[in-house]
């Protein structure tokens, strides 16, 4: 794995909702996922939008 992959997430936004679903806004770019999402899965998720 290299260091960028590691290096921790950095959010522009975040905003807590009352809902089933999670709202991610890296840059320009918006991830929707339900709140059940695994966070494993959801941390591979943003590193690739944030190579993007």
């Not at 809902?19 to 929707?32: A, L, P």
Request: zero cysteines; charged letters at 30%.
């Amino acid at each position: 794995m290299t260091e960028e992959a590691s290096a921790p997430v950095k959010f522009t936004r975040f905003e807590a909702v009352g809902s089933s679903m999670v709202e991610i806004v890296v840059g320009d770019v918006v991830v929707r996922v339900g709140a059940d999402v695994d966070a494993d899965h959801l941390t591979k998720i943003l590193r690739v939008v944030r190579k993007a």
